[in-house]
């Protein structure tokens, strides 16, 4: 079984920077692809970034030159460093990971932009 539990969401105006953080436990293979996902209020869930085991990534069009995503396989673990955000960016943050063939995603972390 594997178990993702994100961080570093919260409330931040325009124009600010947030860091997020996912820590996967269990049965988790090291080399599989990780990634964030987000999802606004009446919207579908849409691809944020993804980064496989090598840190190759891709980024949704939406946040491409803002966000940065990374890993570290030692700690299980991935980050997401979101900067010049803007209220577009609002929505609840998923850390996903594709383990064996089968998807694994986490509680969601609330990220707010006020204008």
């Known amino acids: 079984q594997v178990q993702l539990v994100e961080s570093g969401g919260g409330l931040v105006q325009a124009g600010g920077s947030l860091r997020l953080s996912c820590a996967a436990s269990g049965s988790i293979f090291s080399g599989a692809p990780m990634g964030w996902y987000r999802q606004a209020p009446g919207e579908q869930r849409e691809l944020v970034a993804t980064?496989?085991?090598?840190?190759?990534?891709t980024y949704g069009d939406a946040v491409k030159g803002r966000f940065a995503i990374s890993r570290d396989n030692a700690k299980k673990s991935v980050y997401l460093q979101m900067n010049s955000l803007n209220p577009e960016d609002t929505a609840v943050y998923y850390c996903?990971?594709?383990?064996?063939?089968?998807?694994?995603w986490g509680q969601g972390t609330q990220v707010t932009v006020s204008s």
């Open positions: 980064i496989t085991a090598n840190g190759r990534t």
């Open positions: 996903h990971s594709l383990t064996l063939g089968l998807n694994y």
